[in-house]
């Protein structure tokens, strides 16, 4: 198959299959759609990395461009009235204001400007394409698998939820299908199309379940992302203006830092936007009341992948500027803020929400950067974070529906209710903070990269910080799953077949992807970043060899635990010899009965989400006007 | 580069090594303290005796942890020993002990499982530290490799002033001395009883025992980085550093954990700033 | 050659003790009497404990500590009672609310006289102990669960330290 059509293909296949699950009749039906069309999904994409594997950058020109661009702008000003519509209805006067604004910008370009604007190549596709296809295809396709599962019992135990189903297949693969377009598009009106479908997909999902908190919380989310939305709009206008029409991707990187800042600017901070980054890192906690497979795709995968891939892309624009600092220093700043915040949360969807934005403000940070080495670091960042959060939330998903709650403290002693998963999640955990696996390794490569950048100091040492802090909340997570309690019963065989099958594969790629990653960096991310760079990043061979070894030994040693082994006596704990039955109750004072009850430190007096919230607002709201402010000085000034 | 006979000797030699310092800890503490205190030999007397006792468990995984946790820091030293990444030696350090909380946690004791809250957070205190050492002696000697930085004939400690003073205050976290011993120490504190190592017990406590000694020689060997350009005056370093370390153990009462997080987190940005800062100047970046 | 004898650790309660016979016991550890130099160490951690040094009588509140203490203790492991109440109950005897001396509930080992024991002779009862912890290393004796036979319901469903 040719590369255009493969690449046509996989933008418009998840959108056949989104029209058909829309109108499946039965739950046998629409999870026959799903499962061959993640099947084929995956495969596909797997087969276009095997197609353009060391071939390079490729541009391609897939589809008409006119026509598309018209259909595009149409469907684009049918969500604007959709959602307009939705906005009176709803009295959300910001979002009909940014919607109007968005819609006027973008027919006064229609009309003005749309007729003279020729891109020489719409689609094209390069390794960093293939990673984020990869990733749509393989962790996008799985989720949409797991789904079936958990839609199935989320509908049973919340029978007061109107069934809408088929609604939220449609949604997830026609947001599959946008981000598939989002990442193979070149022409930056296809972006933008993309990139607001995807906003639509979210704003939809979020408010899934019709209550008044999801419905705040969608629109909450979509004010934000539209706000985004309109500096995008507003880079295209001014490139149709002032730019000489350039509104091709690889047009605008190959065309220098002058020209480029201002919409590079603009775009970033459409970028910051839906990457959640701080000060508009509210919408994606409040994003965790839709179910969790949105969750996992949207908010933690992939959509929000979406907004650091686009900056990533336009890094080269932003080495070495200022511009590019201050988007850094945001980057960094919410990094250190939204980790320490992670440290008071119980709620345990908030603390994996908290943590990627963490981790998108450090893979920001390193797009700020722009060395060779930040972007390594950064795609290493993407990929193994896109495995990782998506296991945990999918695992926590499962958890939550079988003992009804999403705190940490009621995870107490997993590892004997439910051994299985516990082990996923705590492979999942393992993934996010230790060594050798995968964002220990993208960590690394980051402190390297920041030390080697000019004034990197800074960026190092907020990274030490937020790196410690990362240990503190996911080891006390970690440490409550794997507590040997032992009055707890095993309600593990309830799991739906969905929710293994996806949760396996996940905990398996975890364990490959961080044997193969050499392979990775030098097949793909190697020549990427010679193509853009003129550099390669290593990481030596001795080192690798060290990893492996390190791996090794943490699969050996668990599984040394399966065999048998001698039973030892047993004791009871240690409570200042009190006598405690096997559960933990013992006799108080006056004989009453008390049940131990051992909870987390959240230290909410140092680490409070109020506190350090507000600081994230102000510092990171300072630092975006300085770097627009900074861009457009730029631009101005010779 | 990575030589392995190194590590091969450290894995033999640092135990010995390490439960001689902590001998001569207690004989020097035992003088400071006008008594006369145990004989040297009395860490090696400690754990064979451990090894001597029963194998008694709260549940069967605490073993496992024991056993990781002592691996984890063989290896850890032996990289480091061998010449290693000194980056790579503080997040398989980092992996070594959060084994030895995990072990904690397991046991859902209450004192064992305070211990484990309280370790997290001395790690929390000393880890922003321990990175920008790392970071500092990168900048100092333009290599990460610990084969390298000992090598160097670059004066790490005239450039590195700062970083060498706050690691030094996490050096007392690290090696469990008072005033910083928040989740557990050799002494006879026992408010929260033995904090991490309460619920252990015999050979898995002889484990945990030998598994300090090691930490404690690698410990020493990143003080020893700071002077590697003169083995002697190295070797005096460690020495005067770890008497210090013993005077301060005694002259000082255990502080809160705010008091250890906060005090450690702010020297840790001055020092790194100033210093980093001042390398940078010094480098021609400005 | 066994380390047992060379590095003691011990654990100190006070059962129902004037506190007396504690004092004392904690005197050893001064650099006065410094029995740190024969590697004794005082852990409050039954588990790491070898020999179990109790003062003071056995009564209602204490009953079910003693076990659990003496149960989560590791084998091989001594009782040292000290002073006389440990022993026999002391002046207390013929109290209503006193049960005697400690080996009323647990096998002791050694006992040390006096009311308050002298530091010497609680050094020389901790002494003799060590023998008899290495005695019963050699012969490799393991102490089953104590399980306290005494009626009273209010804690019927506890485990007493031991396994269950």
Redesign the interface.
């Known amino acids: 198959m040719q590369l255009a059509q493969l690449l046509v293909f996989l933008i418009l296949f998840p959108l056949i299959t989104a029209v058909f699950v829309l109108f499946a009749r039965k739950g046998l039906e629409r999870g026959l759609i799903v499962k061959l069309s993640a099947l084929a999904i995956g495969v596909i994409t797997v087969g276009l990395l095997l197609m353009t594997v060391d071939k390079g950058a490729l541009q391609v020109q897939g589809l008409p461009g006119e026509p598309v661009t018209l259909l595009m702008f149409v469907v684009e000003m049918l969500i604007a009235v959709f959602i307009l519509y939705l906005g009176i209805v709803h009295r959300k006067w910001l979002v009909v204001a940014l919607i109007l604004i968005q819609s006027a910008m973008m027919l006064y370009f229609e009309l003005v400007y749309a007729g003279s604007i020729e891109v020489a190549s719409n689609l094209f596709i390069d390794e960093f394409s293939n990673i984020m296809a990869l990733i749509i295809g393989i962790i996008g396709s799985l989720i949409c698998v797991y789904s079936l599962g958990y839609m199935k019992f989320f509908h049973e135990q919340h029978p007061e939820v109107k069934d809408r189903q088929n609604v939220f297949f449609f949604m997830m693969f026609v947001f599959l299908a946008a981000m598939f377009g989002l990442v193979f598009s070149n022409n930056i009106i296809w972006v933008y199309f993309f990139w607001e479908v995807t906003t639509l997909c979210s704003f939809i999902l979020i408010g899934y379940t019709k209550t008044e908190e999801a419905t705040t919380n969608a629109f909450n989310a979509l004010w934000m992302n539209l706000l985004g939305g309109v500096a995008f709009a507003g880079a295209i206008l001014y490139l149709a203006v002032l730019g000489n029409g350039m509104l091709g991707l690889s047009d605008l990187l190959a065309s220098g830092k002058v020209i480029a800042l201002v919409p590079a600017t603009l775009i970033g901070f459409a970028g910051l936007t839906k990457a959640a980054q701080m000060p508009f890192s509210s919408w994606l906690v409040g994003a965790m009341v839709a179910p969790t497979p949105v969750s996992a795709l949207l908010h933690s995968s992939t959509m929000v992948k979406a907004g650091v891939y686009i900056l990533v892309r336009l890094a080269p624009v932003f080495q070495a500027t200022f511009t590019g600092y201050m988007l850094a220093l945001v980057g960094a700043l919410t990094f250190l803020i939204a980790s320490g915040i992670a440290i008071s949360q119980s709620n345990a969807k908030r603390v994996l929400a908290y943590s990627t934005i963490a981790n998108l403000g450090l893979i920001v940070a390193c797009a700020g950067i722009g060395t060779y080495e930040a972007i390594w670091a950064a795609v290493l960042l993407i990929v193994f974070h896109a495995i990782s959060k998506s296991l945990l939330f999918l695992a926590v998903g499962t958890v939550e529906h079988r003992i009804r709650s999403r705190d940490i403290d009621d995870m107490?002693?997993l590892i004997i209710r439910m051994p299985k998963i516990a082990a996923m999640m705590v492979i999942g955990i393992a993934g996010m903070f230790?060594?050798?696996f995968g964002m220990?390794i993208s960590k690394?490569a980051a402190?390297?990269a920041f030390?080697d950048a000019?004034?990197g100091?800074?960026f190092?040492?907020i990274?030490?910080?937020g790196?410690?802090?990362t240990?503190?909340f996911w080891?006390?997570w970690?440490?409550?799953i794997?507590?040997?309690?032992?009055d707890s019963k095993n309600i593990e065989g309830e799991v739906d077949r969905h929710e293994w099958a996806v949760l396996t594969c996940l905990a398996g790629l975890s364990f490959i992807t961080t044997f193969v990653f050499p392979v990775l960096s030098t097949k793909l991310l190697e020549p990427f970043l010679l193509a853009n760079y003129g550099h390669v990043a290593l990481l030596?061979q001795?080192?690798i060899l060290?990893?492996m070894?390190?791996l090794v030994?943490l699969v050996i040693?668990?599984a040394?635990?399966l065999l048998p082994?001698r039973?030892?006596?047993?004791?009871?704990?240690?409570?200042?010899?009190?006598?405690?039955?096997?559960d933990?109750r013992?006799?108080g004072s006056l004989?009453i009965q008390k049940k131990?009850v051992?909870s987390?430190?959240y230290l909410t007096d140092?680490f409070g989400e109020a506190k350090l919230r507000v600081w994230g607002i102000w510092l990171c709201s300072a630092l975006i006007g300085i770097m627009a402010v900074a861009a457009a000085l730029r631009e101005v000034l010779p | 580069?990575?030589n392995p006979a190194w590590a091969l000797v450290f894995a033999l030699v640092a135990p010995v090594a390490g439960g001689l310092v902590a001998g001569i800890d207690r004989k020097i503490t035992a003088h400071m303290q006008g008594r006369v205190g145990p004989s040297i030999f009395q860490p090696f007397y400690d754990v064979g005796k451990l090894f001597e006792k029963?194998?008694?468990?709260?549940?069967?995984?605490q073993?496992?942890y024991a056993?990781?946790y002592l691996?984890?820091m063989i290896?850890t030293g032996a990289?480091f020993f061998a010449g290693?990444?000194l980056?790579?030696v503080i997040?398989?350090l980092?992996?070594a002990q959060?084994f030895l909380?995990?072990g904690?946690?397991?046991?859902?004791?209450?004192?064992?499982?305070v211990g484990?809250?309280r370790e997290?957070?001395q790690?929390?205190a000393y880890?922003?530290?321990v990175?920008?050492t790392a970071?500092g002696m990168?900048?100092a000697t333009k290599s990460?490799n610990v084969s390298d930085i000992a090598a160097s004939a670059s004066p790490v400690i005239l450039l590195l002033p700062g970083i060498f003073l706050g690691f030094l205050y996490v050096l007392t976290i690290k090696l469990r001395k008072s005033p910083f011993d928040i989740s557990t120490s050799h002494h006879a504190h026992q408010e929260i009883?033995k904090g991490v190592t309460?619920?252990f017990s015999g050979p898995s406590l002889g484990l945990i025992e030998v598994t300090h000694w090691y930490e404690v020689v690698l410990l020493l060997g990143f003080v020893y980085l700071f002077f590697g350009f003169s083995p002697l005056i190295a070797a005096l370093a460690v020495a005067v550093v770890y008497i210090l370390e013993i005077l301060v153990d005694n002259t000082n009462a255990r502080v809160r954990w705010?008091l250890a997080v906060r005090s450690s987190?702010l020297i840790?940005?001055v020092v790194?700033?100033v210093n980093?800062?001042g390398l940078?100047v010094l480098s021609g970046?400005i | 050659m066994t380390y047992l004898a060379k590095s003691p650790w011990i654990i100190h309660?006070d059962a129902s003790s004037c506190n007396g016979c504690d004092i004392e016991i904690l005197a050893c550890l001064t650099p006065m009497y410094d029995v740190e130099r024969f590697g004794i160490i005082n852990t409050g951690?039954?588990?790491h404990a070898d020999i179990f040094v109790v003062t003071g009588s056995v009564n209602e509140h204490n009953r079910?500590?003693i076990?659990?203490?003496y149960?989560?203790m590791?084998d091989p492991k001594v009782v040292v009672a000290v002073g006389i109440c440990a022993t026999s109950g002391g002046v207390f005897r013929e109290c209503y609310n006193v049960a005697g001396g400690i080996d009323k509930l647990i096998p002791v080992d050694v006992y040390v006289m006096g009311c308050a024991a002298r530091p010497e002779s609680i050094i020389d009862g901790i002494v003799t102990a060590l023998g008899i912890l290495e005695e019963k290393r050699s012969k490799n004796v393991h102490s089953a669960p104590v399980t306290d036979h005494h009626e009273n319901k209010?804690?019927n469903?506890?485990?007493?330290?031991?396994?269950?």
């Not at chain 1, 047993?570 to 409570?575: F, K, N, Q, T």
């Not at chain 1, 200042?576 to 096997?582: H, L």
């Not at chain 2, 904690?104 to 499982?113: I, K, R």
Request: charged letters at 10%.
């Open positions: 107490t002693g230790l060594a050798p220990l690394w402190i390297r030390i000019p004034y100091f800074v190092v040492i990274l030490a910080f790196s410690a802090i240990v503190f080891a006390k970690m440490g409550k794997l507590t040997v309690t032992t030596s001795d080192n060290i990893m070894m390190m030994l040693l668990p040394s635990t082994g039973r030892h006596r047993h004791v009871s704990p240690y409570m200042g010899g009190r006598t405690t039955t096997q933990m013992f006799s004989g131990t051992l987390n430190y140092y | 580069m990575i029963e194998q008694a468990v709260v549940n069967e995984t073993t496992f056993i990781c691996v984890f290896f990289l290693g990444d980056l790579l997040f398989a980092t992996l959060i909380v995990l904690a946690f397991a046991a859902n004791s209450p004192y064992s499982y484990a809250e997290l957070l790690i929390l880890e922003p530290m990175i920008l970071v990168f900048v990460f009883v309460t619920e705010q987190w840790a940005a790194g700033l980093l800062a940078y970046g | 309660y951690n039954p588990k079910e500590v076990l659990n203490i149960n989560q590791p209010e804690h469903n506890h485990s007493q330290g031991g396994a269950s």
